[in-house]
């Protein structure tokens, strides 16, 4: 779906309106949602005021991703909430690092918050997937796939994860979950080491 399809109907506005309020046809908007005319650049920022979304948005076909971002931002102008306090989150990406997220007071706005890390994290499986070539990395993947899906919660899975992580420089030496963890790295590093992994 277009963006200026998918935004239109999240604002719940019509195609009549929006070009109401342009000053121009209904057939124009008609045209730039079938893609077989460009939004005319000097609308761009009229449209950008109305929805408070980005012009990438609105010519394009939207993965999930750019839909709950553009839902957050439309949550975000209908709530105005008020952020309460900033939270450590581990963020995936060039650098992998810790960084302080905002949580507001609005649990909707958590919420699709905690979608759009839930579409990041399923966007970066699938194109590390795709990356996985040789069999015995397709099966470290499954293996993977099984531990979460069955020891999830438990603690000393957690611990592995983490430590590997440092071990493997994945994150950073400074960001731990605390003195627990840091003896069981040194334990863990120990055995690693003495098996030349």
Not at 183 to 193: A, G, P, R, V
């Amino acid at each position: 779906m277009k963006g200026l399809e998918y935004i239109l109907e999240l604002y719940g506005m019509q195609q009549i309106e929006l070009a109401e309020k342009l000053g121009i046809k209904k057939q124009n908007i008609n045209l730039w949602i079938k893609g077989k005319q460009n939004i005319s650049k000097k609308h761009i920022p009229t449209l950008e005021k109305i929805f408070g979304v980005e012009a990438i948005y609105f010519s394009k076909v939207l993965t999930e991703l750019e839909k709950l971002e553009i839902q957050k931002e439309k949550l975000k102008r209908d709530l105005q909430p008020v952020i309460t306090k900033h939270e450590g989150q581990f963020l995936i990406g060039e650098e992998n690092d810790l960084v302080e997220v905002p949580v507001y007071d609005k649990e909707e706005l958590n919420q699709i918050e905690h979608s759009i890390e839930k579409a990041k994290l399923i966007e970066k499986f699938q194109k590390t997937l795709t990356r996985v070539e040789q069999q015995p990395y397709l099966d470290t993947f499954k293996l993977i796939l099984e531990l979460l899906d069955k020891a999830q919660h438990e603690s000393i899975f957690h611990k592995t994860i983490e430590g590997l992580a440092h071990y493997l420089e994945v994150l950073p030496d400074w960001v731990s979950t605390g003195h627990e963890q840091d003896e069981f790295e040194n334990e863990l590093f120990e055995i690693l080491d003495d098996n030349n992994y």
